[in-house]
């Protein structure tokens, strides 16, 4: 049961232009959704995050959009450099009494900047 | 910056032995998870573990995996008789109190199971 889609396993985006990265999720009870990035032999790294109360996140070159109603987010990252190279995961969550939930993690996503 | 250590970075085993696989989370962090990743699949939630107890646990975590946090610092994944399906990277998490999201993972254990 895939709770946390993506459905683009690779994509590849030109130095200097803008990396989409999409997550479709199917369970409602999530809300609050991350990205994290992931480098070979390395953990993921937390990049950015959104409670289910915004529809948008910014920390510098990276941005996340929500849309509830479409149980959609998207990563935005501009301008793409090639230290954004690496596999990039959507997680989601739902907030509990104990407050910190598991998170469940989608596929992943293989982003490759070109120089 | 604080990291999560994990140990080794790399096990090779024999199918039916036992394995542990070590962490030392954040000093501060009282939150600790184990995840893992089998080769080209997404990253699943094994275990949650808070105050010295299971806090939540997922359908993977049967009764060959156990969790121990025996001297305040270390915190052991434990599986007593690996099978071949348990090859994957196992990544150990933390994260400190108030701080909801945004785990700290170890660089991970590669275990392979032959």
């Known amino acids: 049961d895939q709770q946390v889609k993506q459905n683009s396993p690779s994509l590849s985006v030109q130095e200097g232009r803008i990396s989409i990265l999409n997550c479709d999720y199917t369970n409602s009870m999530f809300d609050y959704f991350l990205w994290y990035k992931k480098y070979p032999a390395e953990g993921p790294t937390f990049l950015i995050s959104?409670?289910?109360?915004?529809d948008k996140n910014e920390d510098g070159r990276f941005t996340v959009f929500l849309n509830k109603s479409a149980k959609h987010l998207s990563l935005h990252i501009v301008p793409s450099q090639p230290g954004d190279s690496a596999v990039y995961f959507c997680?989601?969550?739902?907030?509990?009494?104990?407050?910190?939930?598991?998170?469940?993690f989608g596929t992943g996503t293989r982003l490759t900047i070109i120089p | 910056e604080p990291e999560v250590t994990q140990t080794p970075s790399h096990q090779v085993t024999q199918m039916g032995q036992e394995v542990i696989l070590r962490c030392v989370p954040i000093?501060?962090?009282?939150?600790f998870y184990w995840y893992r990743q089998i080769l080209g699949q997404k990253v699943e939630f094994l275990v949650s573990f808070y105050n010295n107890e299971i806090s939540e646990k997922s359908e993977i975590f049967d009764d060959q995996f156990s969790v121990e946090r025996p001297d305040g610092s270390n915190f052991t994944l434990k599986i007593r008789s690996t099978k071949l399906e348990d090859s994957a990277m196992y990544f150990c998490?933390?994260?400190?109190?108030?701080?909801?999201?945004?785990?700290?993972f170890g660089s991970g254990t590669r275990l392979t199971v032959v």
């Open positions: 997680a989601a969550s739902s907030i509990s009494n104990f407050g910190n939930e598991k998170l469940t």
């Open positions: 998490a933390s994260i400190a109190p108030g701080q909801l999201y945004g785990y700290t």
């Open positions: 000093s501060n962090h009282l939150y």
């Open positions: 959104i409670s289910s109360i915004k």
